[in-house]
């Protein structure tokens, strides 16, 4: 059974200037034991799609749509239901994690909390072994269950955070941004964690990141969003290697590959900036920045299309051979 | 329009958004309103009352005679009206309040940036100088300054600035070293930018918000300050003030006469205005922190 | 044209001391050269002493051995000649949001270098020319505009705006695009290159990015606690790197798909406690798998002393491996 299923999903803030609309009907899905990356720049809404499944977005937004987790719907839950589905069926480790940690805490404490509130042991000290068993099964060696945050680098932190997200044994982990602003040999070793325990716990993984490289590596299929859509999405080497959507090309573009002559002196990047939810154009969302708008993108909004099996994009230069 | 014109605009514009925020803290605006009626009775005393009125020798009425028709606060121990005593002594609070103020936000700010600005020894002599005269009872030296300089208004106005700027020091010291680590800081510094230039254009208006704010708050600390030299006999022996009323009215044993008239209204007047500062300080805090911006 | 190198740093060293009492030798011997039109990036993890040897030779730190030397000439560090020393050396910061003040408008941030300069001629006309060079047009626009007005890589313009306003020689850009949206981060490169281009600006890009070197940068210098471990043309460097920890560096960079990652275990060490010998030996792949043993380097490895890489434009590495193989044993 599919692990993770967003049908149609919506959520719209209520601001102070009016309704923002953060993600306009995003469906995705992920199998067990599969790794699923959504890519995105500021204002994508890719954070916005974390939170939602686990139904922690403010009380300000309104949330449409379905989240199927198990075939159960998160949105719909009672609020008992989802206290135990939160972190024992699905967990995140959040962007900033780096600042998440309690300064005045001990690692071991705080690992252990989780495992105390889910009743996963039943005393302090059973919660505090297992804290040190999850620490090693994030590399990292137990006695750092005895210091203190700033004691730690910020590989180790990232680490921490991600003890902390197994500590229920939960089926699907999240990870919103997991190596941003860590080093690029620390960031490869948090990459090859996550993906060791995809494969040896079973779990389902989504990567939320802005560099379409390190999902690339990672990930099976990779969603790239703009503007609160997916705008394309597919196994991830097709994706990557024959991308259908400008953008994606456009943000493929911005990280070259090294050794590529082509990327010499001619670095790529889109005029403009992401465009801000609560302020979008007609049409296409993309069309002022796109290198290959043509008049009805001004006017036509266009939804995913197939592009080749299992890849589809949002933009008209797709052939509609099959409507989905 | 001319850059100047529409920078001056941008200023209006903001001062409309401070009043507007400004606006909905209720107790703020109560403060300002009782403040408001102070400064009116301040500025309007002449009309109101002779100045021959506060003259002991001019004095009309009884001896400390309660309210009636002629005298609606009664009268001190020389015949004097007390409602305009009272209303006279609006001007020495408030005068000794705000000049004394004035002084202790220029040593304050002054000395507040310098310390948070300048690393090593100057700095550390400044911070050491602001923490000694913190930890000096106010009470104690503004005694001792006041009977070394002789008690006159504009002595006073000297010693209750001179004591209560570590305050403000330490409050601009404490902005100044964030606002100092922030990067635009090093991007002046890169620019060429030497240390006037960082404290001038720099970290003075990213501290003068908060310096502002606390500056209500002093205002009633240094009306607290004016009433208390006074009513310990260190003001100025010719001015009427709240302070030397309630001295007087002790002194001359109103309390044991039950003369409530004579020592009520300067008491609550000082409360009054101490508390309306506060209010509007308290508020201004809110409107301008930082945090929400 | 001068044919000295514009910006130079000789034996460089600045240390710190830490909290604990200890000196951590953030710069610990570097030879590096910046020539008049010429890009080179500065690539090494967190810790390396990137950030500091930019800083210093930006005059910020003193540094405790070796000279920074401006068109040939020693740097001082008196007042007017730091000051002097400004106008021909500039900075571009990581985070445009922190590096204007958010109460001075676009205008006052650009005008800034000139008023403390007290640049004689038409302010205006020089703000309008530095925001025209950075694509902001028409640049009467974005005078009165506050920097939380504008989007990321338009902060970062006009940062750029601010530094070139001095007609500086040197630009030192600290992680000029990380905290920019991708999408955005190829026009700021574009911008660096298209001043060098025009106006022969050199640039001194500090960043962990190895992409971003091979999309700018004519040459690279790779850190690694304090030394300059491998230099050279980008090419070269990028497609045949001789250093081991350069190899590792690119193995994991995921842009780069034709190699085998080679994931170093640990962290990095701490500039405090420099290990005896390379000081990249603890981690060294090369060494832990016998490949040194082999070349018999590896007790030079553990013990010997690398001399500091002396600064030219060739592909050079300190690494006793990579010497033997050149051939090229020092002493």
């Known amino acids: 059974m599919t692990l993770l299923q967003l049908d149609d999903v919506s959520v719209t803030y209520r601001t102070a200037d009016g309704p923002v609309p953060a993600v306009r009907g995003v469906s995705l899905d992920l199998e067990a034991g599969s790794t699923l990356g959504v890519a995105g720049e500021s204002g994508s809404g890719k954070s916005t799609v974390a939170a939602t499944v686990l139904r922690l977005n403010p009380a300000s937004s309104t949330v449409t749509g379905r989240v199927l987790l198990d075939g159960e719907d998160v949105l719909k839950m009672s609020f008992g239901q989802l206290r135990a589905v939160r972190w024992a069926e699905a967990s995140i480790v959040f962007q900033g994690a780096l600042h998440s940690l309690n300064p005045l805490q001990k690692i071991g404490r705080q690992v252990a909390e989780p495992v105390l509130l889910h009743g996963q042991a039943d005393t302090r000290r059973g919660a505090e072994a297992m804290a040190r068993e999850l620490l090693g099964q994030v590399g990292l060696p137990p006695r750092l269950a005895s210091s203190y945050p700033h004691q730690l680098s910020g590989g180790q932190k990232q680490r921490v955070m991600i003890a902390m997200a197994l500590a229920c044994g939960p089926r699907l982990i999240i990870a919103d941004e997991p190596t941003t602003a860590l080093d690029v040999m620390v960031q490869a070793q948090v990459l090859d964690l996550l993906t060791g325990l995809v494969r040896d716990l079973g779990v389902g993984l989504v990567v939320i990141s802005h560099d379409l490289s390190v999902l690339g590596t990672t990930c099976d299929r990779l969603a790239v969003m703009y503007a609160g859509r997916v705008v394309e999405e597919g196994p991830s080497a097709d994706v990557l290697a024959r991308a259908r959507h400008p953008y994606t090309r456009a943000l493929s573009a911005a990280y070259p590959t090294i050794g590529d002559p082509a990327a010499r002196f001619s670095p790529r990047g889109l005029p403009g900036d992401p465009p801000w939810p609560g302020d979008l154009p007609a049409g296409c969302p993309f069309h002022p920045r796109c290198p290959e708008a043509v008049d009805v993108c001004r006017t036509e909004d266009v939804r995913l299309r197939l592009a080749a099996p299992g890849h589809r994009a949002a933009c008209v230069h797709v052939a509609a051979e099959v409507a989905t | 329009m001319s850059a100047r014109a529409v920078r001056r605009a941008r200023q209006r514009a903001a001062l409309g958004r401070f009043w507007s925020s400004f606006r909905r803290e209720r107790a703020g605006l109560v403060g300002l309103a009782v403040l408001a009626v102070f400064v009116l009775l301040a500025l309007t005393a002449p009309l109101l009352f002779s100045p021959d009125q506060l003259k002991v020798t001019e004095a009309t009425g009884d001896v400390l005679a309660p309210p009636t028709a002629g005298f609606p606060l009664g009268t001190d121990e020389s015949g004097r009206s007390v409602l305009a005593l009272v209303v006279w002594g609006t001007r020495v609070s408030l005068l000794v309040g705000v000049a004394a103020t004035v002084i202790s936000m220029a040593i304050g700010t002054f000395v507040g940036i310098s310390s948070g600005h300048y690393r090593g020894v100057p700095g550390s002599v400044l911070e050491r100088l602001t923490d000694w005269f913190l930890v000096i009872p106010f009470l104690p030296l503004a005694i001792a300054l006041a009977t070394v300089l002789g008690s006159s208004l504009l002595n006073v106005i000297v010693v209750i600035g001179v004591t209560s700027w570590p305050g403000t020091a330490r409050l601009v010291r404490a902005q100044t070293l964030s606002v100092e680590a922030r990067p635009y800081l090093e991007r002046a510094r890169v620019l060429g930018g030497g240390h006037w230039h960082q404290m001038s254009r720099h970290v003075l208006p990213n501290v003068m918000p908060l310096v502002l704010a606390n500056t209500t708050l002093t205002v009633a600390i240094a009306i607290l300050s004016e009433t208390t030299l006074s009513f310990l006999g260190l003001g100025d022996p010719f001015r009427v003030s709240w302070g030397s009323m309630l001295d007087s009215a002790f002194s001359t044993g109103a309390i044991s006469a039950g003369a409530w008239w004579y020592l009520l209204p300067p008491g609550l007047c000082v409360v009054a205005v101490v508390l309306a500062f506060t209010l509007v300080g308290r508020a201004m805090e809110n409107v301008l922190d930082p945090r929400e911006r | ?331």
């Open chain 3, 1 to 331: 044209m001068n044919s000295r190198p514009v910006l130079e740093a000789a034996g460089l060293s600045t240390s710190f001391r830490t909290r604990g009492g200890k000196v951590a030798r953030a710069v610990d011997g570097v030879d590096l050269e910046l020539a008049h039109g010429e890009i080179v990036a500065l690539v090494g993890e967190s810790g390396c002493g990137k950030t500091t040897l930019a800083r210093t030779l930006l005059g910020l730190e003193r540094p405790s051995g070796g000279q920074v030397l401006v068109g040939g000439v020693p740097l001082r560090y008196d007042g007017r000649a730091l000051k002097a020393f400004r106008r021909r050396v500039q900075l571009v910061l990581q985070d445009p949001t922190g590096s204007l003040n958010p109460r001075h408008t676009v205008y006052e941030a650009v005008a800034e270098g000139l008023r403390v300069h007290g640049v004689a001629g038409d302010e205006q006309q020089r703000v309008v020319d530095a925001l025209s060079r950075v694509g902001m047009r028409p640049a009467e626009r974005y005078f009165l505009r506050y920097p939380h007005e504008l989007s990321g890589g338009q902060r970062q313009r006009v940062v750029i705006a601010g530094a070139l306003v001095l007609e500086p020689e040197v630009l030192v850009a600290d992680e000029p695009v990380s905290s920019l949206d991708a999408s955005v981060r190829g026009e700021i490169l574009a911008l660096l290159l298209q001043l060098r281009d025009e106006l022969g600006l050199s640039v001194l890009v500090v960043t962990h990015d190895l992409g971003l070197a091979w999309n700018i940068a004519d040459r690279i210098a790779v850190m690694y606690l304090g030394r300059i471990v491998e230099s050279g043309p980008t090419e070269q460097v990028l497609s045949d790197p001789s250093h081991p920890y350069t190899r590792a560096l690119l193995s994991v960079v995921p842009e780069s798909h034709n190699m085998e990652p080679v994931v170093l275990a640990g962290e990095p060490p701490d500039p405090t406690r420099m290990p005896a010998g390379c000081r990249f030996h603890p981690r060294c792949p090369q060494l832990a798998s016998g490949e040194a043993e082999a070349a018999g380097v590896a007790d030079d490895c553990r013990t010997g002393s690398l001399p500091v890489l002396p600064a030219s434009k060739e592909h050079a590495a300190a690494c006793f491996l990579s010497m033997a193989r050149h051939g090229m044993l020092t002493d």
